[in-house]
């Protein structure tokens, strides 16, 4: 899979009739997130390759982002306002593709170009004007949404349940997820993270795009009761890693109430009756709850 098209899967997954492979405490975006420039704003970039396409790329999305938004206040805070929102998010993730694509082709040409300090900074400034954030995986630059960004230009607009399902979205976005199939939180995040979406379904049952967090706390907890290619659970003994156990042990008294909790509880007591080793009875317990194994699979990196 591409990096471009990658960036597509999770609206491909969660269309609502609508990261890439594409996080109980405050769910508002972080106050240092930046606010909205101008979209109008002039840009350039000289490079002589296919990067000097993007500033037009954008610039022509802009009157689409600004009529995105007045109809969604049009009607704000009803669901119609949430449809229109992902209807805009999901040409924005195909313009994002284009400009990944620009990417691609001009280190096909120019190896060293997004190398280059001014280049890298020009860009950054400019895809962080229409929504973007340049980003890098394994070596390669790709365009991600900056849902911090969409937060504030779609502030007020959106229902409580859209809003603050953007805002937990920018939450983790600040923290990179995996990289090279390599957890980058802690185990301990991770499982705050899957926490915060039950609590999330939880608080709003009717949210119209139910795909999305769904999506997400499976990603999370089979990532916890699984691991990653380069980040496992199991240690080369095939026993249970200590940190992981520890985090387990917290997580179940932390949040006995949670479903979370109390499926990883049902986990440490079959692994307890095993050595802390991995059984045919923990597969069976997970296919049970509709979890796979992340082993394997590229995950999302934000």
């Known amino acids: 899979m591409t990096r471009a098209s990658a960036l597509l899967l999770l609206a491909v997954l969660t269309c609502s009739k609508g990261q890439r492979v594409a996080n109980v405490p405050k769910d508002s975006v972080q106050s240092s997130a930046p606010l909205p420039v101008s979209l109008g704003a002039p840009d350039s970039l000289s490079t002589d390759g296919p990067l000097d396409e993007i500033p037009s790329l954008l610039a022509g ?33 195909k313009m994002g593709e284009q400009v990944t694509n620009r990417f691609d082709q001009a280190t096909s040409i120019q190896s060293n170009v997004l190398q280059d300090t001014s280049t890298s900074r020009q860009l950054t400034t400019l895809l962080a004007k229409h929504g973007f954030a340049l980003e890098y995986s394994e070596g390669n630059a790709y365009a991600d949404e900056d849902m911090g960004y969409w937060a504030r230009f779609f502030d007020g607009a959106l229902t409580p349940a859209m809003q603050r399902y953007v805002g937990l979205r920018a939450r983790e976005q600040a923290t990179r997820f995996s990289e090279d199939a390599r957890l980058q ?39 916890y009761l699984t691991g990653m290619d380069n980040s496992t659970i199991f240690s080369d003994r095939g026993t249970l890693e200590p940190d992981v156990r520890t985090s387990y042990e917290r997580l179940v008294a932390q949040y006995p109430r949670t479903r979370t909790a109390q499926l990883v509880a049902r986990c440490l007591t079959l692994l307890k009756q095993n050595g802390y080793r991995r059984s045919a009875a923990i597969d069976s317990l997970l296919r049970e709850h509709h979890l796979v194994s992340m082993l394997g699979v590229q995950p999302p990196i934000r």
Do not use: C, H, M
Request: hydrophobic fraction near 40%.
């Open 185 to 223: 939180i802690s185990w301990d995040e991770l499982a705050g993270r899957a926490v915060r979406w039950e609590q999330f379904t939880d608080s709003y049952p009717d949210f119209s795009w139910k795909d999305a967090p769904r999506f997400w706390y499976n990603t999370y907890l089979s990532t």
């Open 61 to 93: 999305f802009d009157s689409q982002a600004e009529a995105a938004r007045e109809q969604a206040r049009a009607v704000a805070a009803t669901p119609r306002a949430d449809s229109l929102f992902l209807s805009f998010r999901n040409r924005f993730l």
